[in-house]
C-alpha cells in the first residue's frame, strides 16, 4: 500500500509527471499518441501482460487502415511504436495501489512512488473464460471471447456459444450471418436475457437452444477445435458435440480493483465517466473497457483513448499552473 512504499528520488520535489496513463491497450496507446504530441511528456505503466487483450488473437480485420488485416500482437507494436515516437515514455510494469487523497496524486508501482496532477485509467477488462479442460490451448484456436471480432472466422461452419444471459442471446443470433448452426448452452433453463433477445434466438431457425448443458472438456486435433463434451449438471451424464468455434458469452470484469474504491463504478465494477472522460475525481479520467459495458472494440477503446488525452490537456490547462 501507498504508505509503506519509497518515494523515490527522481520523483520527489518538482518532479510531478503532467498525465499518468495505466494500461496498454489501444486505448492507452491512442492516449499516449495524443498526450506526446500535446508536449504533455506522458508517462504510460504497460503493465505486465504489455499491449492488452489484442495480444490474444491471431487475427484483427475490422480495425481501420489494415485492408489484409493485421495480427494482433504486430498491430500492438506498431501502436506502441508510434506513440513512443512522439515521446511516450513506456514502463512494462503493473501499478499495485494509486492514492488519490490529496493532489498531486500518487501511482504505486512495485514500491515506487509517482506523482502526477492527472491520471488516465486504461486498464481494460477481462473475459470470463470457463476454465474447461483443452479450453487453455485453444485460446485463439477456435475459442473466442468475441463474436464480433472472430465471428467472420467460421463461414459455414458449426459453432457453440456458452451464456443464458443478453450477450450470449445476442452473440448467437449475430453469429447465424456467418455460421451453418449455432448452438446455445446454458447450464441452466432459467434465462437471464431479456426476453426479446431470448425469443429472436429461440426463433431462429440457425439457433438450436440446449438447456442443462455445461461444457465438461474442450475437444480438438491439430487444425484446432474438433466440438466438445457435454455434460448435464443435473446427473453429470455426459455426451460429445461437434464443432469447429465457440464463443464463451458469460461476462467480463474490469480491472479496477488497484483503483481501491476511489473511483466510482457501475455495479459491475465498470468505471462510471461524469464530465466527458472524467470519473468522479477531478483530474482522473479513464478510456476503453474499463469504462466501455457495450462496444468493447480496438476502435472504441482508441477514440476514448484519444477523447481522454485531449480532456487531460484543458483539464490541466484549466486547473494546474
Ligand atoms: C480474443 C479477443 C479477440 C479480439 N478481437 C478483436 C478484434 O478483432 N477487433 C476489435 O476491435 N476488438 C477485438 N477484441 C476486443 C479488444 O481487444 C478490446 O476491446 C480492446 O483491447 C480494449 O482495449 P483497452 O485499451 O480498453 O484494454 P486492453 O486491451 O484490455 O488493455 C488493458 C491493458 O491494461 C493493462 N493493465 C491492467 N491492469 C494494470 C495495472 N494494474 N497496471 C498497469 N497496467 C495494467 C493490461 O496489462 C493491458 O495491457 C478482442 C478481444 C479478445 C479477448
Same mark, same amino acid.
Not at 155 to 181: N, P
Given at each position: 500500500m501507498f504508505k509503506d512504499s519509497i518515494l523515490s528520488a527522481k520523483d520527489m520535489g518538482d518532479d510531478i509527471h503532467d498525465v499518468i496513463i495505466i494500461g496498454s491497450g489501444p486505448a492507452g496507446y491512442t492516449a499516449g499518441l495524443y498526450a506526446a504530441r500535446a508536449m504533455l511528456e506522458p508517462l504510460m &505503466?504497460? $503493465? %505486465?501482460?504489455?499491449?492488452?487483450?489484442?495480444?490474444?488473437?491471431?487475427?484483427?480485420?475490422? &480495425?481501420? $487502415? %489494415?485492408p489484409q488485416g493485421i495480427g494482433g500482437p504486430e498491430m500492438m507494436m506498431e501502436l506502441r511504436e508510434q506513440a513512443e515516437r512522439f515521446g511516450l515514455k513506456v514502463e512494462d510494469r503493473n501499478v499495485e495501489s494509486v492514492d488519490l487523497?490529496?493532489?498531486?496524486y500518487k501511482v504505486v508501482v512495485e514500491g515506487e512512488t509517482f506523482l502526477t496532477h492527472a491520471i488516465i485509467v486504461s486498464t481494460g477488462a477481462e473475459s470470463i473464460w470457463?476454465?474447461?479442460?483443452?479450453e487453455e490451448e485453444q485460446k485463439g484456436r477456435g475459442i473466442s471471447t468475441c463474436a464480433t471480432c472472430d465471428g467472420a472466422f467460421f463461414r459455414d461452419e458449426e459453432v457453440l456459444v456458452i451464456g443464458g444471459g443478453d450477450s450470449a442471446c445476442e452473440e448467437a443470433t449475430f453469429l447465424t450471418r456467418f455460421a451453418s448452426k449455432v448452438t446455445l448452452l446454458h447450464r441452466r433453463d432459467v434465462f437471464k436475457a431479456s426476453t426479446i433477445m431470448y425469443e429472436r434466438a429461440l426463433n431462429n431457425d440457425k439457433i438450436e437452444i440446449k438447456t442443462f448443458r455445461q461444457i465438461k472438456e474442450w475437444l480438438s486435433d491439430e487444425k484446432g477445435l474438433t466440438g466438445a463434451v457435454i455434460e448435464?449438471?443435473?446427473?453429470?451424464s455426459t455426451s460429445t458435440i461437434a464443432a469447429t468455434g465457440a464463443f464463451i458469452a458469460i461476462g467480463h470484469t474490469p480491472i479496477?480493483?488497484?483503483?481501491d474504491g476511489q473511483v466510482e463504478t457501475d455495479g459491475e465494477g465498470y468505471i462510471l465517466h461524469k464530465k466527458h472522460t472524467m470519473t468522479?475525481?477531478?483530474g482522473v479520467f479513464a478510456a476503453g473497457d474499463v469504462v466501455d459495458t457495450r462496444y468493447k472494440q480496438a476502435i472504441t477503446a482508441a477514440g476514448m483513448g484519444c477523447q481522454a488525452a485531449m480532456d487531460v490537456e484543458k483539464w490541466l490547462e484549466d486547473n494546474v499552473e
Amino acid at each position: 500500500m501507498f504508505k509503506d512504499s519509497i518515494l523515490s528520488a527522481k520523483d520527489m520535489g518538482d518532479d510531478i509527471h503532467d498525465v499518468i496513463i495505466i494500461g496498454s491497450g489501444p486505448a492507452g496507446y491512442t492516449a499516449g499518441l495524443y498526450a506526446a504530441r500535446a508536449m504533455l511528456e506522458p508517462l504510460m &505503466f504497460a $503493465g %505486465y501482460m504489455s499491449g492488452g487483450q489484442l495480444m490474444l488473437t491471431s487475427d484483427v480485420e475490422n &480495425f481501420p $487502415g %489494415y485492408p489484409q488485416g493485421i495480427g494482433g500482437p504486430e498491430m500492438m507494436m506498431e501502436l506502441r511504436e508510434q506513440a513512443e515516437r512522439f515521446g511516450l515514455k513506456v514502463e512494462d510494469r503493473n501499478v499495485e495501489s494509486v492514492d488519490l487523497s490529496e493532489r498531486p496524486y500518487k501511482v504505486v508501482v512495485e514500491g515506487e512512488t509517482f506523482l502526477t496532477h492527472a491520471i488516465i485509467v486504461s486498464t481494460g477488462a477481462e473475459s470470463i473464460w470457463l476454465g474447461a479442460k483443452g479450453e487453455e490451448e485453444q485460446k485463439g484456436r477456435g475459442i473466442s471471447t468475441c463474436a464480433t471480432c472472430d465471428g467472420a472466422f467460421f463461414r459455414d461452419e458449426e459453432v457453440l456459444v456458452i451464456g443464458g444471459g443478453d450477450s450470449a442471446c445476442e452473440e448467437a443470433t449475430f453469429l447465424t450471418r456467418f455460421a451453418s448452426k449455432v448452438t446455445l448452452l446454458h447450464r441452466r433453463d432459467v434465462f437471464k436475457a431479456s426476453t426479446i433477445m431470448y425469443e429472436r434466438a429461440l426463433n431462429n431457425d440457425k439457433i438450436e437452444i440446449k438447456t442443462f448443458r455445461q461444457i465438461k472438456e474442450w475437444l480438438s486435433d491439430e487444425k484446432g477445435l474438433t466440438g466438445a463434451v457435454i455434460e448435464d449438471p443435473r446427473d453429470g451424464s455426459t455426451s460429445t458435440i461437434a464443432a469447429t468455434g465457440a464463443f464463451i458469452a458469460i461476462g467480463h470484469t474490469p480491472i479496477t480493483s488497484f483503483l481501491d474504491g476511489q473511483v466510482e463504478t457501475d455495479g459491475e465494477g465498470y468505471i462510471l465517466h461524469k464530465k466527458h472522460t472524467m470519473t468522479s475525481v477531478e483530474g482522473v479520467f479513464a478510456a476503453g473497457d474499463v469504462v466501455d459495458t457495450r462496444y468493447k472494440q480496438a476502435i472504441t477503446a482508441a477514440g476514448m483513448g484519444c477523447q481522454a488525452a485531449m480532456d487531460v490537456e484543458k483539464w490541466l490547462e484549466d486547473n494546474v499552473e
